[in-house]
């Protein structure tokens, strides 16, 4: 095997696992969302219909950037103009959407996620939700580009979450993060004759600043 299809197989492994992890931590149900992560020139994406527990090695897809299937039988996520809208616009090697149950209902209450925590940083800011537009559509993915201008995430008003990230771990990380935000601005706004406190703007940027020192230094 070349190093190239070594890489390829290596990502693959590591975005079913994380397609399955997707489900396990409950945030699809059935074969719903998608998990895509770039390899040089291709995109390898999660299968349209097909169960996560089903895929192995042999069921690998990928397409290019000009979104032509060049690997596998099976055909492609129907969300695929979306995964390639954020690889030809970001620096993104890594994408996950989902249909989280809280990022979905607060992305039918807001067109942007109240800052009731201070995460939204990580993301770059308040989470704007991108209007509705028919799933899989040219129309939603131009939504969700704007959406996540200046952001790593965003809402998809009546259809779940989408984030990216340089690793689908960070990705991963970043869907859960948001999925985590909304439920506490559901929970918190739902106390009768309470109103959440939230933070302001500059509050977010002084968190922003701080996080680019976050974590382990590199070696």
Same mark, same amino acid.
């Given at each position: 095997?070349?190093?190239?299809?070594?890489?390829?197989?290596?990502?693959?492994?590591?975005?079913?696992?994380?397609?399955?992890?997707?489900?396990?931590?409950?945030?699809?149900?059935?074969?719903?969302?998608?998990?895509?992560?770039?390899? !040089?020139?291709?995109? +390898?994406?999660?299968?349209?219909?097909?169960?996560?527990?089903?895929?192995?090695?042999?069921?690998?897809?990928?397409?290019?950037?000009?979104?032509? /299937?060049?690997?596998?039988?099976?055909?492609?996520?129907?969300?695929?103009?979306?995964?390639?809208?954020?690889?030809?616009?970001?620096?993104?090697? &890594?994408?996950?959407?989902?249909?989280?149950?809280?990022?979905? &209902?607060?992305?039918?209450?807001?067109?942007?996620?109240?800052?009731?925590?201070?995460?939204?940083?990580?993301?770059?800011?308040?989470?704007?939700?991108?209007?509705?537009?028919?799933?899989?559509?040219?129309?939603?993915?131009?939504?969700?580009?704007?959406?996540?201008?200046?952001?790593? !995430?965003? +809402?998809? /008003?009546?259809?779940?979450?989408?984030?990216? !990230?340089?690793?689908?771990?960070?990705?991963?990380?970043?869907?859960? /993060?948001?999925?985590?935000?909304?439920?506490?601005?559901?929970?918190?706004?739902?106390?009768?004759?309470?109103?959440?406190?939230?933070?302001?703007?500059?509050?977010?940027?002084?968190?922003?600043?701080?996080?680019?020192?976050?974590? /382990?230094?590199?070696?």
């Amino acid at each position: 095997m070349s190093d190239d299809e070594a890489a390829i197989a290596a990502a693959w492994s590591e975005l079913v696992d994380t397609a399955r992890r997707t489900a396990a931590e409950g945030l699809v149900v059935g074969t719903s969302g998608n998990v895509s992560v770039r390899v !040089g020139d291709l995109v +390898l994406v999660t299968p349209t219909g097909v169960p996560y527990d089903r895929l192995g090695p042999a069921d690998t897809v990928a397409v290019d950037l000009e979104g032509r /299937q060049v690997r596998g039988t099976l055909r492609p996520t129907s969300e695929i103009p979306m995964h390639l809208a954020v690889y030809r616009h970001t620096d993104a090697l &890594a994408v996950v959407h989902t249909h989280a149950v809280h990022a979905t &209902a607060v992305s039918t209450l807001v067109t942007e996620l109240p800052l009731i925590h201070y995460m939204a940083a990580a993301l770059g800011g308040p989470v704007r939700v991108a209007p509705y537009a028919l799933y899989g559509s040219e129309e939603l993915a131009g939504h969700m580009l704007r959406a996540l201008e200046d952001r790593t !995430g965003c +809402l998809l /008003q009546n259809h779940g979450a989408l984030t990216y !990230g340089t690793s689908l771990a960070q990705a991963y990380d970043r869907t859960a /993060q948001l999925e985590w935000m909304c439920r506490l601005w559901l929970t918190a706004s739902a106390r009768p004759g309470r109103t959440p406190s939230l933070l302001t703007t500059d509050q977010l940027d002084e968190v922003a600043e701080r996080l680019r020192g976050y974590g /382990q230094p590199q070696r």
